[in-house]
């Protein structure tokens, strides 16, 4: 299987289900279509920028400039729907998704570029999460990744999984398809019975 191929497609994935809940939170927070676009951008490819920047690399975008297309996808979609709307459960699904594929395609292209495990692991994480922590910052939303759904831990799971069965010479595809599925499970489950990592209580 060629490796880059196989990172690009999820990278293309990814890009097209970030754009779409990026368009959705800025719409619903009244942004102007320039706004909306922008934002759709920002949190797509916000994490495989800073991923390839990491690594020595040019931003995938600048590499493949068709990762556009799905950014346009997503805000043609989003201004056709007419109204806004709030962030539903196909949109969190949607999301789920791309965090899971930009997690396994940031940690395949951490290795296929020689990075320690360590990093590896640390680059699917960044890879995964700074679309959506830049959108909201940008939206002046609270940060879903600082406070909620486990997010971080959903993708630093998958990441570690992918990692482990890797060093085990398993089928690609298989590897791909067990780390994406344990960021979905984890995620899904911290949203349905509403898991948080701990906090520190409030003093009086």
């Known amino acids: 299987m060629d490796l880059d191929l196989l ?3 999820l990278d293309l994935v990814s890009t097209f289900a970030f754009a779409l809940v990026g368009a959705r939170v800025a719409a619903n927070k009244g942004l102007d279509f320039g706004g909306i676009l922008f934002i759709a951008a920002i949190a797509s490819v916000s994490g495989g920028t800073l ?3 990491f690594m020595g690399e040019q931003p995938p975008w600048v590499q493949r400039p068709w990762l556009f297309a799905p950014i346009v996808a997503a805000f043609l979609i989003t201004v056709a729907m007419g109204k806004t709307q709030e962030v539903g459960r196909l949109a969190l699904s949607l999301d789920t998704l791309g965090l899971a594929v930009a997690t ?4 395949q292209f951490a290795l296929s570029n020689d990075a320690p495990l360590v990093a ?3 680059l699917g994480l960044i890879g995964a999460v700074s679309g959506g922590l830049f959108r ?3 939206c002046q939303t609270e940060p879903v990744l600082l406070h909620r759904e486990t997010v971080g831990t959903a993708c630093l799971s998958g990441a570690l999984i992918y990692l482990a069965l890797d060093s085990l010479d398993l089928n690609e595809a298989i590897s791909v398809a067990v780390a ?3 960021v979905v499970l984890v995620r899904e489950l911290s949203i349905k019975f509403n898991w948080n990592l701990p906090t520190i209580p409030k003093g009086n």
Do not use: E, H, K
């Open 180 to 182: 994406g599925m344990v």
């Open 51 to 53: 991923r390839n920047l």
């Open 104 to 107: 396994v395609s940031s940690v």
């Open 136 to 138: 909201d910052i940008m």
């Open 120 to 122: 590896a692991a640390v």
């Open 7 to 9: 990172v690009f497609g």
